[in-house]
């Protein structure tokens, strides 16, 4: 089954620095890799997808990359704010009937004020 | 657009006794996942569901676990009998089939 490794497990930045998050993953199917942002006690919610057929994607502050060849993908927050102070997660996703992700093992993301 | 409904949210039980989680997805959203989110894991899936069918359980351990997804819309997982190592948040989740999941606020439960 697919495996998804997920680092640092804790990231705390300043306010207004960038933070990236990194994912590997091992099965070559899987062609959708969304991410996750699970703030103290909430659901978790997704923040923004991609893709394997393009390589980047961006949404405002927050843009994530895909390096298929190499099984890795990472999530970029730029400018943080106290409220990216979450849990976020990769997971990775095979096409079949429907889609089945595995996720990762989360990274806590403290921004300092 | 009302969202994915899980009860109760805490639960807390001895050991050796049966509980239950119930979900509602989002209407029209056939699939339907549980999963199992451990103290600063990521969530495990234990089953999904397309429709009222259980497509996908390798994960659910059958010998105390069980869910139904009845006329496949709300579904119930099932503990018996519980043991402390299951302490953990029990995770629903609906999709329309893109990919996202939408997923509920979650039940916590404490064996004792």
């Known amino acids: 089954g697919e495996n998804v490794e997920q680092h640092p497990s804790t990231l705390s930045v300043q306010e207004g620095d960038s933070a990236v998050i990194k994912c590997t993953y091992s099965?070559?199917?899987?062609?959708?890799f969304p991410w996750y942002k699970q703030e103290l006690g909430k659901r978790p919610q997704l923040i923004i997808d991609?893709?394997?057929?393009?390589g980047e994607k961006k949404d405002q502050r927050i843009a994530v990359t895909l390096n298929k060849t190499a099984k890795h993908f990472s999530l970029h927050i730029t400018e943080t704010q106290p409220e990216d102070s979450a849990v976020y997660f990769c997971?990775?996703?095979?096409?079949?009937?429907?889609?089945?992700?595995?996720f990762g093992r989360g990274t806590s993301l403290i921004v300092h004020p | 657009e009302a969202g994915v409904v899980q009860s109760p949210r805490y639960k807390i039980i001895e050991k050796k006794q049966p509980v239950a989680f119930w979900c509602n997805p989002i209407?029209?959203?056939?699939?339907l996942y549980w999963y199992l989110q451990n103290l600063g894991q990521g969530p495990e899936l234990l089953i999904r569901?397309?429709?009222?069918?259980?497509?996908?359980d390798s994960q659910l351990p059958k010998d105390r676990f069980s869910a139904e997804r009845l006329k496949g819309v709300d579904s119930t997982l099932k503990i018996q009998p519980a043991e402390l190592g299951d302490s953990a948040v029990y995770l629903c989740a609906s999709s329309p089939g893109t990919g996202e999941l939408f997923f509920g606020e979650g039940s916590r439960l404490t064996v004792l």
């Open positions: 099965d070559s199917a899987s062609n959708y």
């Open positions: 997971a990775a996703s095979r096409p079949g009937g429907s889609y089945i992700p595995t």
């Open positions: 569901y397309e429709n009222e069918e259980a497509v996908d």
């Open positions: 209407s029209g959203h056939n699939t």
């Open positions: 991609i893709r394997s057929n393009v």
